[in-house]
C-alpha cells in the first residue's frame, strides 16, 4: 500500500485544472461604450519610438501629450521586448504592443471627451472652472488640475459642487495616467454624494482595481440602492444598472469567498436580464448569457456540476445565436463558455466532451488571435494551458508538453507586454510542465521549471502578499516534491515546512479554503519523515492530516474518502510506517 505525495497545482489567474475557473467576459454589459466617440487611428511609430496617432476630435496639443506618454511606454516596454533572443517572438510583442497602445489611446480619447463635455455643460461659469476647461482642451493636465483643486477648496460647503469637482480631479488624473492618484477623488466625490450611483460606482471600480475589496463593496453596494430608487420610478432607464451593480458585487463577493451572497446577487440580475431579454432581446441577451456564465462558475465552485452544466448550456446557445450573426463581437464570448464548459466535462469525469470543449475554444481563440493578438493572445494562452493540463491527465504527455510550451510562449512574450497581469500566468504554466516533467521522469527539468515558478512567486508575494502567497506555498510544496524524488531531504523539509506555514496562517483566516492544503502539505512532509527515519514525528504529522480529512468529510465526504481511506491503513497497520519508508 503506498501514499503518494500530492502535486499541488496554482489556482492563482487564470490557470489550468479541472476545478479551477476562468471569469467570464463582465457582465454588466450596459456600462459598455463601444467607441461610440474618442475612437483613434493604430499607432505609428518611428525609429526613434516617437508614436504618433490620430483621435477623433482631439486638440492638437492634447493629443501630444497622450502621444508624449504612449512613447515613453513603448520605449520602455520595446526594452523588455527586444531583450528577448527569439526574433519571431519580438515581432509578435511589437505587434501586442501596437494594439494596446491603441487601446489604451480609445480608453484615453473617450474619457478626454467626456470630461471636456461635463466641464463645458457644468453650471459653474467661475472663471477658474473656464480656464481648467481650457487646459484640458490644450493638454496641460497638471496646470487644470491645480486650478480645479484650487476650486475645490473654495465650494467645500456647495457638496453638489465639490462632489463634481473631486470627481473631475480623479478624471484628470486618469487622463494623466495616474489610476492610484484618482481613487482619493473618487472618495471624496463619493462621500460628498453617496446617492449619485455615477460617483459610488467608479469610487468602487477604482477601490476593486486597488484590491480595496470593502470600499469597492460600499461603492457598489451605494450605487445598487441609488439604481433601485430610480428604477422604481423609471424602470426602463434603471432596471439595466441595477442589473449591472448586481453583477458587479456578485463578481466581488465571488472573489473574496462569500458565495452565498453572490449567489443572490446574480440570480437577481439573471432574473431582471430575462425579462429584459425577453422584450428586447437584442438588447439584453448578451447580458443575459453572461450572468448565466457567472452563475456556472459558483455552481461549479459549490459542487453543483448539475445546476452549472444547464446554466453553461444556455449561454452556449445564446453565444452561438449571437456570433452567427455577428462573429467579431460574440466569437470571444462563446470561446469563455467553451472553455467553462471543458472545465465542467473534465471534472465530472466526460473527458472526451472536455476535449471537444477545449478544441472548439481553441478553434476560435486561434483565429481570433490571429487577426488581433493584442487583445486575444492571453486567452488564447489561457486555453492552451488548460488542454494541456486535460492530456495531461489523460496521459497524452507528448500532446500536453507541446500545448503547455505553447502557452508558456505566449505568455513570456505578453510579460514584456505588461509584467504585472502577466507573470501570474507565466509561472501557473511553468507549474503544470514540472508537474509534467515529474511525471516523465526528466527531474532536472522539473526542478527548473519548479525554481523559476517559486522566483516569480516569491517576488509577486513580497509586493502583494494578500494576492500571491497561497501560490507561494503551492511551489514551495510542488518543488519539495522534486527534492524529496532527488534525495534532497533538507532542501524538500525546508520548502515544506515553508508551504506548511504560509497555510497554517491562511487557514487561520479562512479555513473553509485553506485547510485542505494544511492536510495536503501534513501529509507530505510526514511521507518525507518517513523517508528521514523520524517515525514518530511523521506520525504526528499523519494524524493532524487525517484528523483534518475527516472534519473536512463531514461537509463532503467524497472528496476525502481515499485520503482518509489510505492514511487510516498506513497508520493501523504495524511497522507499516517503517514498509513505507522502503518504498
Known sequence: MQVWAAWLVATAGLVSGPNVWAAPPPAHIGSIDQRSKGACSPPIVDNQGQVSI??????????RYLENQLSEQFRRLSEQVHSLDD??????????????????????????????????????????????HELIQQGEFDKAESILQALAAKEEDDVARAAATQHDLGEVAMLRFDPGGALPHYDRAFRYRPDNPRYADDYARAAYRERRYAEAEKGWAAALQ??????????DAHR????????????????????????NEYSEALAIRRELAARNPAAHRRGMAATLDSLGILYSATGRPGEAEKAYNEALTIRRDLAAQDPATHQPNLAWTLD?????????????????????????????????PGAYRPDLGTTLNNLGALYRSTGQLDEAEKVFSDALAIRRDLVARDPGAYRPNVAATLDNLGALYLKTGRLGEAEKADSEALAIRRDLAAHDPGAYRPSLAISLNNLG???????????????????????????????????????????????????????????????????????????????????????????????????????
Not at 490620430?54 to 493629443?63: F, G, N, P, Q, R
Not at 480608453?107 to 467626456?114: E, G, L, N, P
Open 87 to 132: 526574433s519571431s517572438r519580438t515581432i509578435r510583442n511589437l505587434n501586442d504592443l501596437n494594439e494596446n497602445l491603441r487601446q489604451q489611446a480609445d480608453d484615453w480619447a473617450k474619457r478626454f471627451h467626456d470630461l471636456s463635455a461635463r466641464l463645458a455643460e457644468s453650471q459653474d461659469d467661475s472663471l477658474q472652472a473656464k480656464q481648467a
Open 340 to 372: 467553462n464548459l471543458g472545465r465542467l466535462y473534465w471534472s465530472t469525469g466526460r473527458l472526451l466532451e472536455a476535449e471537444n470543449a477545449y478544441r472548439k475554444a481553441l478553434a476560435i481563440r486561434r483565429d481570433l488571435a490571429a487577426r488581433n
Open 240 to 263: 439595466p444598472d441595477v442589473a449591472d451593480m448586481l453583477s458587479h458585487l456578485g463578481d466581488l463577493h465571488r472573489d473574496t469567498g462569500r458565495l452565498g451572497e453572490a449567489e
Open 481 to 583: 516534491i522534486v527534492y524529496k524524488r532527488t534525495g534532497r531531504t533538507d532542501d524538500a523539509e525546508k520548502a515544506y515546512n515553508e508551504a506548511l506555514a504560509i497555510y497554517r496562517d491562511l487557514a487561520v483566516r479562512d479555513p473553509g479554503a485553506y485547510r485542505p492544503n494544511v492536510a495536503i502539505t501534513l501529509n507530505n512532509i510526514g511521507l518525507l519523515y518517513i523517508d528521514m527515519q523520524r517515525q514518530a514525528d511523521a506520525r504526528g504529522l499523519l494524524e493532524e492530516a487525517l484528523n483534518i480529512y475527516r472534519d473536512l468529510a463531514s461537509s463532503n465526504p467524497t472528496a476525502y474518502a481515499s485520503g482518509i481511506e489510505s492514511l487510516t491503513k498506513l497508520l493501523a497497520e504495524p511497522g507499516a510506517l517503517s514498509a513505507q519508508s522502503k518504498q
Open 226 to 235: 441609488s439604481y433601485r430608487d430610480l428604477a422604481a420610478t423609471d424602470p
Open 54 to 63: 490620430s483621435c477623433e476630435a482631439v486638440d492638437k496639443k492634447a493629443l
